[in-house]
């Protein structure tokens, strides 16, 4: 399938023909390739399509039809095939070529990949549905290199044969086949057992690829192979080598140059910057500058790299923090290549003896970027380095569970089963997964595959409730601990900020001891603060912690036969009577007592405690049954931990079930007191001094469905986070590195100062940390790269009804003239979801008639499989909300216009945005101006961000919002742009116009 934005991994079989007939290698199938106008099978248009007859793997006949879609033809389209929009003007109406396709194919198997993306409801829409089973090659990727993270067709191309698509229809199909070549090749190369049993479960599925695989199907039904999984980088196969690099997974912990290269030896202890041994052929001491320069060793190894000026001052920096114990602060602007700048002195100074660099970041794509990019070049600069990305305990998978589950799969209990996919199915998808990975981190499945197996993956992996620790008999089998051992012995260790904080407030860290920590794209520190060091009591969770006890297969229910003395049977009885009182209390403080005082309104699902609520008589009555609520869960907390010790002595010491229930039970008391402590601190006098210490709020989030007990919440959060954040993270460091594009907002210290106490660093300074403030400009010149035009005539956003409708349409006749004067190549920043909604259903229509295609942000797809397809469509436009305001990184022609429909401000209702305002103002601080206009600010400083990611990169920004210009505070966001960008005002009738003039001159 080719479309105007290339694949979106498929999502299954579903729907699709197939299952009951086996395709054979050797028989006669055909190989389909339809290139549309777009992504959406109910709107894009055939443009070209053809068919393959294949015989034992080789082609016999073709049939190829050039197709006259009735609407334009996307240029980029034009530009990456070579063909002209005439050529497809002489072509066939659509059902007139795909019945001529469907003739052609008769009711042999097609293949196709994606094809439930786009061939066949595409097919089907025409009323050209295949004769044959319509199959999805997307699937015997999965089996056979499952190692990849994306299977799109422009992916395996590039990974397995170093190709790229062709956007022609004949020329696809036949990339198609020899990358089904590859993967019969691949295959071979996974060990015979692991081949026999994933073609036994694809026997059991009555899969259509049972017959597509070389090998004989195991006797032994569903094994656990736990003896085959690869727990040594060097037992991957040469396959997985081949493509490792490109396929960006793989080993968790990596030796960056081989074994017997010579490391690094110390080097001179000195001010400014220390000498390092350099690893490779030449050795030599060369120093960090000269290493980062036009004509040192990163420039040899990577023929893009540039001598920037301020990537040099920031490594000197750096360097010199680390060394002499200091906590520094850079802001450094796109482009400056900030990653390598923390790196370079951080290796150093770990090889010195200073124990390991840990690395915090907030995005996935920059851990992967670090990983899989910039680690590998310095090892390859610097010699032998190990360094490892540690994530928490729910990303990777438990071979115990999986091995229970491999058991009642060859029971005939089809258990577990969350997914689109028959349980053999999915074994024999994970299967293939297990044999090839080495860090057993559930991320590297295919991200189309994790949607198709559901719910099963989270089952499947490692929960604290469930780790059996040295009692289980897979712990020498163990991806949780092999993680946390290759992490303590490596020099530098990236996880995200969640798990370094979740670790700064553990009795139980997973991360070795370290002194040195670099914290990247820090501007998010307070945000994933509040969230890891607030209290939550979840209704649904509790009801599930309650099942867990003392439900039928609960910890409660197997003790019931252990030979208890008259004490232990009282206890026993004491805690199901808890545990039955519990349950109804809670759905009755929730549901009866807190949602008729807090009940979100028709849109909203978060509402706040304010201090004024919780002093009306009302609340007293919630307070009083909350409070009475936790007294019962620390009274069952206690029960269950006094049960479970005198259990562990009952029990007998070899059963793993046993061990199993008591570890649950262990778990179970921690989250009784947990919920407890959430409901106390919730329900707090606010008579008490340190009522005001936290923010409170309610979530009730509508589902779909209709659970019992329903989605209903309570939340509380510190009002500041920088107090923890200096006494369990900062208090234990020796130096710390603190950087991002946008931590400056016009004001005091040169700017940082809302910064530095939103994440502690005041609390840190006052203590005697030393503290150092570095910003450097972006080197990109903004004044040649970039025109932002900012529109003076618009009216001001409206808040609501049929005004904020009216509005939305006239933004929309904006956002069209602009995005047909750039050409699409549009990303659109919005606030709302509601915004997008209603901005999407104006210009759809509109746009594909242009032959533009226009995508949204919602909530039923993943943000990173729609950035992947507004990278590849160059002529899409994308209508986004706060995710995409920063993060996004989309260099070259596939971006050239951000358009900002408003300032970004956060929603005033936002429970922890308005209390900490709140906070502010009664502190005489003023909340508007210290805190909640920084922080629009800081977003906005990141969706000007979005647009040049080179030194090539050009476009246009434009403002529709007119507080940018009328306001007061607007010139707070001018003076925040980057050095060298201008405003030009315009009026909405000559924007078109000008935007046009930008891309023609």
């Known amino acids: ?99 001529r396709l469907r003739a052609f194919m008769g009711d042999r198997p097609v293949l196709a990949h994606g094809a439930e993306e786009m061939e066949g409801p595409l097919l089907e829409r025409f009323g050209r549905p295949p004769g044959g089973d319509l199959l999805d090659t997307l699937e015997p990727a999965w089996l056979a290199v499952p190692y990849l993270r994306d299977h799109s067709l422009p992916s395996l191309a590039a990974s397995l044969l170093a190709e790229t698509p062709s956007w022609k229809a004949l020329e696809d199909a036949r990339l198609l086949l020899r990358i089904l070549h590859r993967l019969r090749d691949a295959w071979e190369e996974m060990p015979r057992r692991a081949r026999g049993a994933v073609l036994s479960a694809l026997e059991e599925a009555r899969s259509p690829w049972r017959g597509f695989f070389a090998g004989e199907a195991a006797r032994a039904p569903f094994p656990d192979l736990t ?153 390859r600069a610097m010699g032998a380095m190990d360094y490892a990305l540690l994530k928490g305990r729910g990303n990777y998978l438990c071979m115990r569970k999986w091995a229970e589950w491999c058991a009642a799969l060859s029971r005939g209990e089809a258990v577990l089963r969350f997914g689109d996919l028959v349980p053999a199915l999915s074994y024999a998808f994970l299967a293939s997964w297990l044999l090839r990975t080495s860090s057993g981190d559930l991320e590297e499945i295919s991200l189309g595959l994790r949607r198709r197996l559901g719910e099963l993956v989270r089952e499947l992996a490692s929960a604290p409730e469930d ?47 370290f002194r040195y920590l670099v914290v990247d794209e820090a501007h998010h520190l307070e945000d994933v603060a509040t969230e890891a060091f607030s209290l939550t009591f979840d209704l649904a969770d509790n009801a599930r912690l309650l099942e867990d006890l003392a439900g039928g297969r609960g910890a409660l229910s197997r003790w019931k036969g252990l030979a208890w003395d008259a004490h232990g049977r009282g206890m026993l009885a004491e805690a199901y009577e808890a545990a039955e009182k519990a349950g109804p209390q809670a759905e009755e403080l929730c549901l009866g007592a807190i949602h008729p005082l807090l009940a979100a309104g028709e849109r909203e699902e978060r509402r706040r405690l304010d201090e004024e609520t919780a002093r009306r008589p009302a609340w007293e009555e919630a307070r009083g049954k909350g409070l009475a609520l936790s007294v019962l869960l620390r009274r069952l907390a206690r029960l269950t931990a006094e049960l479970t010790e005198r259990a562990a002595s009952l029990e007998n010491k070899d059963d793993e079930e046993a061990a199993r229930h008591l570890r649950r039970a262990e778990v179970l008391c921690e989250r009784l007191n947990e919920a407890a402590e959430a409901l106390e601190v919730f329900m707090r006098d606010p008579g008490e001094e340190d009522f005001r210490r936290h923010l409170r709020w309610v979530e009730s989030p509508r589902a779909r469905a209709r659970p019992s007990p329903p989605p209903f919440r309570l939340r509380s959060a510190p009002v500041e986070v920088g107090g923890e954040l200096a006494s369990l993270l900062f208090a234990g460091l020796e130096a710390c590195v603190l950087t991002s594009a946008t931590l400056r907002v016009p004001g005091a210290r040169d ?53 904020f409708r009216d509005y939305m349409r006239g933004v929309a006749e904006v956002v069209e003239e602009v995005v ?61 909300t706060e995710a995409f305001w920063e993060g996004v990184d989309v260099p070259g022609a596939s971006l050239s216009a951000v358009i900002m429909v408003k300032l970004p401000f956060r929603h005033p209702g936002e429970p922890v945005v308005a209390g900490r305002v709140e906070h502010y103002d009664r502190s005489g601080i003023g909340g508007w101006n210290f805190y909640y ?69």
Not at 20 to 47: C, H, K, N, R, Y
Not at 79 to 86: L, P, V
Not at 338 to 358: E, T
Request: net charge positive; proline share 5%; aromatic share 6%.
């Open 820 to 880: 047909t004067a750039s050409g699409g190549k549009a990303l659109v920043l919005l606030t709302s979801h509601q915004q997008v909604e209603l901005l999407h259903r104006e210009l759809r229509p509109r746009l594909e008639e242009r032959g533009l295609c226009c995508l949204r942000q919602d909530r039923g797809t993943p943000n990173s499989l729609l950035l992947e397809r507004f990278r590849d469509d160059r002529d899409s436009v994308l209508l986004a």
């Open 1 to 99: 399938m080719h479309d105007g934005s290339m694949s979106f991994q498929g999502l299954g079989a579903a729907g699709l023909k197939g299952g009951g007939s086996v395709l054979q290698w050797e028989e006669d199938f055909f190989v389909l390739e339809i290139v549309a106008t777009g992504p959406d099978p109910d709107t894009a248009m055939p443009l070209e399509a053809a068919a393959l007859r294949v015989s034992s793997g080789s082609e016999r006949d073709s049939l190829s039809v050039l197709i006259n879609p009735g609407v334009k033809v996307p240029d980029h389209l034009l530009e990456m095939n070579g063909r002209s929009a005439h050529e497809y003007a002489q072509g066939f109406p659509p059902p007139e070529a795909l019945e």
């Open 227 to 379: 003896e085959s999984v690869a727990w040594d980088t060097a037992t991957s196969s040469r396959s997985e080598a081949r493509v490792r690099e490109s396929s960006a997974t793989g080993t968790r912990r990596r030796r960056g140059a081989d074994a017997g290269e010579p490391g690094c030896a110390s080097g001179e202890r000195r001010r400014g910057h220390a000498a390092f041994q350099a690893g490779g052929t030449t050795g030599g001491t060369v120093s960090v500058p000269e290493l980062l320069s036009a004509r040192g060793r990163l420039a040899a190894l990577r023929p893009d790299h540039e001598s920037r000026p301020q990537q040099v001052e920031m490594a000197t920096a750096v360097e010199s923090a680390l060394e002499e114990g200091a906590f520094l602060v850079v802001e450094a602007g796109t482009g400056v290549g900030k990653s390598l700048a923390y790196l370079l002195p951080g290796v150093l100074r770990a090889r010195r003896g200073g124990g390991p660099l840990v690395v915090s970041t907030y995005t996935r794509s920059l851990q992967d970027q670090l990983f899989h990019r910039d680690l590998p070049l310095l090892a």
């Open 751 to 803: 700017g940082f100062s809302f910064f530095l106490r939103r994440s502690g660093l005041e609390r840190a300074e006052e203590s005697g940390a030393e503290l150092r403030l570095l910003a450097l400009d972006s080197p990109f010149d903004y004044s040649r790269q970039v025109r932002l035009f900012a529109v003076n005539d618009l009216p001001e956003p409206a808040a609501g009804g049929k005004a």
């Open 467 to 513: 780790c059996l620790r040295p009692r289980c008999r897979l712990a020498s089998r163990c991806f949780v601990e092999r993680a946390r051992a290759l992490a303590a012995a490596s020099e530098v260790v990236v996880v995200n900020h969640a798990l370094l904080l979740t670790q700064a407030s553990s009795s139980n860290p997973v991360l070795p001891d």
């Open 933 to 1001: 206009l920084p922080l629009a600010v800081t977003l906005f400083r990141q969706g000007v961000g979005r647009l040049v990611r080179r030194s090539t990169d050009r476009g246009v920004i434009v403002v529709l919002d007119p507080r940018f210009l009328t306001r007061s505070y607007g010139g707070l966001f001018r003076r925040a742009l980057p050095k060298g960008m201008r405003v030009e005002r315009i009026s909405r009738h000559r924007l078109g116009c000008a935007v046009r003039e930008c891309f023609s001159s």
